[in-house]
């Protein structure tokens, strides 16, 4: 099943085991209001017992930033390492760069715009950003 509260508001997606993911809000505070919206919703149409779950998570963080200027991809893939980066501009418009050390992915484009994802964390993923920008002073 597929939710949403208002229109082009963030989504809930429902599985038949009963678990759910929330994808699209723009915040910790956002993410935890839906989630508690939801599940009064669920609890106030008998659908579940008492209006919580122990087990809910921030699994993924997607976060975006923007450089403020044009990236040459083909001179950051050679760059930041060949072994660390995916670069195919015929398949995907992005360099994909796997810093080591970190758990996330990022991605960078050519127009400066970042987006960092599979953090656990907003403090990950703000880690990963200030050793890309270091990264990247070497080549911009």
């Not at 505070?29 to 609890?43: P, V």
């Not at 072994?83 to 760069?97: C, D, H, R, S, V």
């Not at 796997?98 to 994802?117: K, M, N, W």
């Amino acid at each position: 099943m597929y939710l949403r509260f208002e229109e082009d508001g963030p989504l809930i997606t429902v599985y038949r085991t009963g678990k759910y993911i929330i994808t699209g809000p723009t915040s910790e505070e956002e993410l935890f209001d839906l989630r508690e919206r939801f599940l009064k919703f669920l609890s106030d149409m008998d659908v579940i017992e008492n209006a919580t779950d122990e087990w809910f998570s921030v699994q993924n963080y997607v976060c975006t930033e923007d450089l403020g200027q044009t990236l040459n991809l083909n001179a950051l893939a050679i760059g930041l390492g060949l072994e660390q980066t995916e670069y195919e501009p015929e398949q995907f418009p992005g360099l994909i760069y796997r810093p080591e050390g970190h758990d996330g992915v990022v991605l960078l484009f050519a127009s400066g715009r970042v987006v960092i994802t599979g953090c656990r964390s907003v403090d990950a993923a703000e880690e990963i950003f200030t050793a890309l920008k270091d990264d990247l002073a070497e080549f911009v």
